[in-house]
């Protein structure tokens, strides 16, 4: 659910059995209840954290399972039918499955599981070491082939997640495919359509020869004409390739809304570099997350912007201050010279880090394997700047990211099922 919808907080339900001590064992009656279980889950948590994190919480909901379903929604008002308790159910169901009726041998299969909500995940151990995967979902919410996607990413992550847990506990959840190679081949392949036959700034370009005088940006009281925003835009961009912007390079802009955010916006295109614009709402943690995950070179922004970031070490250009702008009016008002591809290598190891440690307030997640080869700034950068950084420094692009579909409905009950072996020699972290 984590990584499908994007939640932190997922709440699942979990049936318990509701018996303590042997009388209540040895009670042939009805008493299984089911609560819900809160996992908080996050992308950089590791597979041994994400493990004990869950063990502790389930041992925390045993401790209540005698609290009813029923008492549980009065307690919390939540005693309407479309109001959910959790979501997805997920039904582990350790039992013997051996009958024995003298030398007559009999298999229990599971016919039913009643209504289902939302999903209803079943899980059943077998005796030779075998897991067997079933899955129920409500017909109003999920069509066939969508419970079947589910049913095909279930199996794939829990395969990988397990074999993470074994192989290397420590490294993040984050980092397991949600895809198979044949997924992210397809995903990645490109769009049919044929490629643009022109850029943004060439068509901003165009735009200004056909309608120079023709207001293109407004804000607040400021505007600007097209001829005039692709100037200014060609100025700054002369400023940022003077600094060491190359094609690639992520450049981070910290503006609040108005006509500089899209002067900069076309600058950094112009420039070759790639923008990273940065959310001023947004918590300190996620923006020094976001700074960490794309390293861009420099941040361009104004003083009350940059001021307002959590603490890092990049450079930074101030828009709104004064030797700046008169740095960035002394430019050429045409455009700089289109940027050299940069060359590209694929490497099955992680690429060398940056010229320069970068500050944050969350560890740095795993580099792709392709990275942009570094290319040396052409002169200082004009403003303070620690030693080795700059907006030439050595970056590499976030990952792209695919977000699953989502699940159709008007199909009727059904369910999918699978198994597989474990190995018998593995053994699981602590």
């Given at each position: ?53 869950v063990?502790?919480?389930v ?7 005698r ?104 490294r ?17 392949a ?38 005039e ?44 570099g ?45 828009l ?70 700059g ?15 989502t ?13 597989w072996?474990?190995?018998p ?6």
């Amino acid at each position: 659910m984590h990584r499908t919808t994007g939640a932190q907080d997922v709440v699942l339900g979990l049936p318990l059995t509701n018996r303590s001590g042997r009388t209540a064992l040895r009670t042939p009656a009805m008493m299984v209840n089911v609560m819900p279980l809160r996992i908080a889950v996050r992308p950089r948590d590791t597979g041994a954290e994400l493990l004990r994190r869950v063990v502790l919480e389930v041992r925390a909901v045993r401790r209540h399972q005698r609290h009813r379903q029923e008492d549980l929604r009065r307690d919390l008002g939540l005693t309407a039918p479309e109001q959910p308790l959790f979501g997805p159910m997920i039904n582990i169901k350790p039992f013997e499955g051996d009958l024995g009726f003298g030398e007559s041998r009999g298999v229990v299969h599971n016919l039913a599981a009643g209504a289902v909500d939302d999903l209803a995940v079943g899980i059943t151990p077998g005796a030779d070491g075998s897991v067997r995967l079933s899955l129920d979902a409500n017909p109003a919410r999920y069509d066939a082939p969508s419970l079947a996607w589910h049913e095909h990413g279930l199996r794939r992550y829990l395969e990988a997640l397990a074999a993470l847990l074994l192989d290397d506990p420590q490294r993040p959840v984050g980092t397991i495919d949600l895809l198979d190679a044949d997924e992210i081949r397809r995903a990645t392949a490109g769009r049919t359509e044929p490629a643009a036959a022109r850029t943004l700034p060439e068509l901003l370009a165009e735009q200004a020869v056909r309608t120079p005088d023709a207001v293109a940006v407004r804000g607040g009281s400021a505007a600007l004409t097209f001829a005039e925003l692709d100037s200014a835009a060609n100025r700054l961009a002369h400023e940022l390739r003077a600094v060491g912007v190359r094609a690639g390079t992520p450049v981070a802009l910290a503006l609040p809304r108005g006509t500089d955010t899209v002067v900069a916006l076309f600058a950094v295109l112009k420039a070759g570099g790639v923008c990273q614009s940065l959310d001023l709402g947004h918590p300190a943690q996620r923006i020094a997350a976001v700074l960490d995950d794309t390293r861009p070179g420099c941040v361009v922004g104004t003083a009350d912007a940059v001021r307002s970031l959590p603490e890092h070490d990049l450079p930074v250009l101030l828009l709104d201050d004064p030797a700046t702008r008169a740095r960035v009016a002394a430019r050429p008002g045409t455009a700089p010279a289109a940027p050299a591809p940069t060359r590209r290598r694929t490497s099955s190891t992680p690429p060398a880090p940056p010229a320069a440690p970068r500050a944050s307030s969350s560890p740095t997640p795993p580099s792709p394997t392709s990275t942009p080869d570094t290319a040396p700034t052409t002169s200082p950068p004009p403003w303070p700047a620690p030693a080795g950084t700059g907006c030439g420094s050595p970056t590499a692009p976030p990952s792209p990211s695919t977000p699953p579909g989502t699940p159709s409905s008007g199909w009727s009950t059904a369910t999918s099922s699978t198994s597989w072996t474990t190995p018998p020699t593995a053994t699981r972290p602590r």
